[in-house]
C-alpha cells in the first residue's frame, strides 16, 4: 500500500529529525500541502488505520503540524510563499509560466488529475500510472525549481 510505504519514510524521517538538532528537522515542501495533502494525508492515516501492520501512530511530523507554530512547523507550502500570506490562490501552472520554470508537460488540476485517474486506472491501468507519475514528477520539479529560484532572492 502506498500510504503504509509513504507513511514509514514520514516516521523514519520524523526519528531522524527528532535525534538530531532541532535546527535540522526535516522540511516537508509543497503545493497547496497545508490545505490540501497533510489533512488528506492525515484523514487517510485515519481511516486505514488498523491495515498498518506497523507505526499505528501518526509520523511526528505530521503530528507536529496540528500542534506548532507554523513557522516552526518544518512546512514550507508554495502557495503560501507565492501569495506572500495573502488571500489569492495561485495555480502552480501559473506560477511557473510567469517564472519561466522548466517543466516535461502541463499540469493538469488536482480534481481533473483526480477525475482522470478514476475513469482510466480500470481500463489502462500501466497508462494511467505512467501518466498521473510524470505529473506529480512535473509537480515535484516545478516546486524545487521555484523554491531554488525564491532563495536566490
Known amino acids: 500500500m502506498v500510504l503504509t510505504q509513504f507513511m514509514d519514510v514520514l516516521h523514519q524521517l520524523s526519528s531522524d529529525g527528532i535525534k538530531s538538532e532541532p535546527k535540522f528537522f526535516p522540511i516537508l515542501c509543497g503545493h497547496n500541502i497545508i490545505s490540501h495533502d497533510i489533512p488528506f494525508l492525515i484523514k487517510r492515516f485515519i481511516l486505514n488505520r488498523e491495515k498498518f501492520e506497523t507505526n499505528k501512530d501518526l509520523p511526528y511530523m505530521l503530528k507536529r503540524s496540528l500542534t ?84 536566490q532572492l
Open 68 to 151: 506548532i507554530k507554523p513557522w516552526e512547523s518544518g512546512i514550507i507550502d508554495v502557495v503560501n510563499v507565492w501569495k506572500f500570506n495573502g488571500f489569492d490562490y495561485t495555480p502552480l501552472m501559473l506560477i511557473a509560466d510567469f517564472l519561466g520554470l522548466k517543466k516535461t508537460v502541463d499540469l493538469l488540476p488536482h480534481d481533473e488529475l483526480s477525475e482522470y485517474y478514476w475513469n482510466n486506472v480500470g481500463a489502462k491501468p500501466d497508462e494511467t500510472l505512467e501518466f498521473v507519475c510524470l505529473q506529480s514528477a512535473t509537480q515535484t520539479n516545478l516546486v524545487i525549481q521555484l523554491m531554488n529560484e525564491l532563495r
